[in-house]
């Protein structure tokens, strides 16, 4: 059973492998892939769970495939749809040219756009203390951030890189896998988050953030833009009305007002967070709420500017057909989860981790194959907190056998998971990403690639000199 497991595993990672270097649509392969592995997992005895109960036992992965679309559309899809909607409706109201127009003039004055490269990877990754679901990150930055460096002349591929990997290591006492690796060595949160993580990630996103320049310049150069941002939007449909878009009027404090719009859910989650900090509550909004209430002050915005209540709120109906556009988003995702629960089921997770509590070693290479094995969980699963969450127990007896400390051993291993999230195939944010630009989930890893397997080897390399 080990045997075809690891036969059936590297057989389904070929096949979405070859699709994606032939840049086919993956979405149904990864769903025909992910019920053949559920079945298979059936055949060999193996248990597969569901949420619901199930009489007939051959109706089990359908319905695990029924469960992924319930758990996605309310949970990260709702949130995609709610986003691209709320950006649909900027781009209808004219607030996304005003916020545009005047962040690219100032981006503007720099010499090349590839000095917004470390600039933008650096504030994605501050941002992601504010939102720290990679996916729910890059999907903001997406409506927000991307028609900005797009029109400021950033290629395609290099705004999708640096926004796919905008939500990496950095250090804060708030992140759940922090909270639970402090608690099992019986340390504060801010003892271990400043103590170990901080020392190591910080240098490591500094360097990263180096890589990132000079990688998609690199890449740029090979494969140049071929679209404009204006052709972008022709092409793919996904351009607005632009008749009454942006009768806006010339008042400064107007433009003003529109121009904050498109960055109002970001706005909004960083005053609660700081107010959240300051009594020492966890964060009080979610995604989902930040962009309904955006889009209430941006209706009531609209209402006080024009005046028409008939026509702005006839409107609103951009909101709902931009919902619409981002489904097939959603249903990448959902087909994803669908292929992991299939990996899930023929036992290969289980086995891998079982595996490693037998790993001794000296000190040295201990680190290094708990980082190895987290590297290929993590582009099978697309997960790296999942991953560190089920590796705690085996910190602290792993670390005691190769005579180190457990942090020697928790902090590569969380940082390696949560930066090569973004070179993982069935990432969601990596997906998400993918969808929105219109590009092949392969581009997208070339170009993360380089600069986060860098920031792994950097970051061993500082974990065994620091700490």
Known sequence: MIYLSIVLTLLSVAILCWMLAKKMDIKIILFAIGLI???????????????????????????????QFTTTLSGSGFVILLLAGYSSYMSYIGANDITVGSLTSTMKGAKSVYLLVPIV????????????????????????????LRTAGMSRLTAGAIIATSATIIPTPLGSDNVAI???????TTQYVFGYHAIVSIPTLLFIAIVQYFWQKYEDKKMPEELSYNEELKQFGVSHDKKESVKVSDSKLVRFIYGLLPVLPIIVLIIAFIFDAIQGKTMSLTVQMVTIISWIIAIIVELLNKHKAKEVLKGTNVFIKGMGNAIGIVVLLVAAQT???????????????NAMTNVKGAGVILPILMVIFTIVIVMLSGSGVALTFALI???????????????????????????MRAVSPVAAVVLIVAGTTHLDPGNIIRRTSIPMVSGVIIMLILSFMLL
Do not use: D, H, R, W
């Open 37 to 67: 592995l559920l079945y298979c997992g059936l055949m060999m005895g193996n248990t597969i769970k569901t949420i619901q109960p199930v009489s007939n036992i051959l109706l089990k992965p359908i319905e695990v495939m029924i469960e």
């Open 121 to 148: 990877f650096l504030l994605g990754n501050l941002l992601s203390l504010v939102v720290p679901s990679a996916s729910n990150l890059a999907i903001i930055l997406l409506a927000t951030l991307y028609p900005v």
């Open 182 to 188: 402090a608690s099992a060595f019986k340390l504060s």
């Open 339 to 353: 292929f992991v629960q299939g990996l899930n089921a023929i036992g290969i997770m289980s086995m891998i981790q």
């Open 393 to 419: 127990p085996l910190f602290f007896p792993l670390a005691k056998s190769a005579g180190i400390s457990p942090e020697q051993l928790s902090v590569p291993v969380q940082l390696a998971g949560n930066l």
